[in-house]
């Protein structure tokens, strides 16, 4: 077994392979760039290297400068975790001429899948599915409006070398193809290095699922069941979770023996996946088609780890020391139900805006669950848990250089309802302050009644809120809770000086009558002894905030919620269970105040196209003098590596031009005005 390893990442996969190899009892080295010098993974690792400036192109993704980490500090192979250099065959062939082993496949398996027209013909040697579509090079967007007549629409356009949601877009349309296919080729070059585009005929009702592979180099390959990822946004996985709640055992077999058959086909050892899409269209199961194979461990790996107990960085290691893999097929079984989420520095009530900045603020639910990458073995009497997996700390910096994602959290739990359940309660819990979040938007998620009944699709989240997200829907029994904590809020505010335990039933003072104002409508509030009375409803309960806390659980009857609080001025600000909400508490004889103390209406700006968030002016689509429609494409931003297309709000005549192509933008800068 290896005595050092060098993990050639950062943030929260560069935490979890130091974890397990702690455990294992092999030291670790960490490399970081400029910006990640205060990172936690330095922190945790037994030795660290500064490797250049902070954009990856300098650092991280540079094979010399691993390389010569490894030899200043005699690290005797390489986990490479996901992204940066992990599927760079020249990469791996590297490190063998140095003597130096990876954790991961070998070049020809990586040189083999990376392709993405290659590994399709492969796959279909190898007897697996693959989806209908042109798998040769495209000359230029004539070339390709041709081939997508000839599929038939609706159509997808991928970079060859794509990944993680870059370099894809979804064509119904000549139109579509004609104004997408040119961006698909920049983001592939800009990315990837490679800007060719093939072009394959887009799946009905489709739904995304993966099958895990594991592999050693005696010629054992697993397969440890799928993970569902359909929900998914602009192509980038926002949910997933094992096993799927589509997936019947034959079809699970059907997949996992076909995706074995390719990892063979190739000389796999170590973890992969294969990415498949179903169509969920087809009830016999029998519709899936290969994607893609990832030669890496994916983001979403801890759902399976929940569900087998198998901890896939413990064995890519293993393997890689040349160990025999101690399971067989047989060994791997599901127990429970395990969902992850993306927490990812976003603004989804502005259109999931990237959001960068200070996390003034970082507590994630119960944190003790982050120190063992597998919670708890499965089997009978297993508690659910909480897993957070995270990179970041209070008083870090969340950059402009990499990746949005700021945790994962994992739920684990003997059923579905019940690890969504969990998952609604701990983002509760979850406090950021600084950066914009997806938190809400997850816990909406989480909540849906779609998503509860498994009917999923990668369309999920434009189909259920094709206008935009807002907040999820807040029930009244909800509404009466938060309105019964903010009088007892304000109540404790008021009293300062300690006097009040906390306690509704605990209280000793005379009753109370609160008027507050949330959403619109007001709420009477009378705390008592006990609990509270909210417009005539008795809510037996507590709440447990004091002044200063950021977080509260109230509970009423058999109905307890964590809320996140802040003082605002005279008002409150409150958010729980995917929801902001705005109270402002009066004494009831004070009611009639209410009305003068609302806010004022924010000016109408819908006429300026504003740049909403940092980031390089790629391309502007119209002159001065231009008329435009709803809908039509004004601009293109690129930010964090995605080209973003900004739209006109309404319709007018381009009035006002502000900004140049090239022009670095910070967020909310002038692009140009409508005269409407």
Known sequence: MFKKILIANRGEIACRVIRTARRMGIATVAVYSDADARSPHVQLADEAVHIG??????????????????????????????????????????????????????????????DKIASKKLAKAAGVNVVPGFVGEIANTDHAVRIAAEIGYPVMMKASAGGGGKGMRLAYSEQDVREGFESVKREGLNSFGDDRVFIEKFILDPRHIEIQLLGDRHGTILYLNERECSIQRRHQKVVEEAPSPFVTPAMRQAMGE???????????????????????????????????????????????????????????????????????????????????????????YRGFLPSIGRLVRYAPPEAAARQEPVAAAPGAGQQPYVRVDDGVAEGGEVSMFYDPMIAKLITWAPTRDAAADLQVDALDRFVIEGPGHNIHFLSALMQHERFRSGALTTGFIAEEWPEGFAGAKTSEDTLRLIAALMAGAEFTHEARAGKISGKIDGAPVPTSDWCVVMDGRDYAVTLAEGGARVDGHWLAGTWDWQPGDRLSTVSGGDHAIGVQIAREGVRWSLSTRGARHRALVLPARLAPLAEHMLEKVAPDLSRFLVCPMPGLLVALHVAEGDTVQPGQMLATVEAMKMENVLRAEKGGTVKAIMAKAGESLAVDALILELDS
């Open 53 to 114: 400036p902070s954009p990856a192109s300098e650092s991280y993704l540079v094979a010399e400068k691993i390389i010569a980490a490894c030899r200043q500090t005699g690290a005797e192979a390489v986990h490479p975790g996901y992204g940066f250099l992990s599927e760079r065959a020249g990469f791996v062939e590297a490190l063998e001429a140095e003597g130096i082993a990876f954790i991961g496949p070998p070049a020809g398996a990586i040189a083999a899948m990376g």
């Open 258 to 348: 076909q995706c074995v058959a390719l990892a063979r086909a190739v000389g796999y050892h170590s973890a992969g996946t294969v990415e498949l899409i179903v169509s969920g269209a087809d009830p016999s199961g029998e519709s899936f088609y290969f994607l893609e194979m990832n030669t890496r461990l994916q983001v979403e790996h801890p759902v399976t780890e929940a569900i087998t107990g198998v901890d896939l960085v413990e064995q890519m290691i293993r393997v890689a020391a040349g160990e025999k893999l101690a399971l067989t097929q047989a060994d791997i079984g599901i127990d429970g139900w395990a969902i992850e989420t993306r927490v990812y520095a976003e603004d989804p």
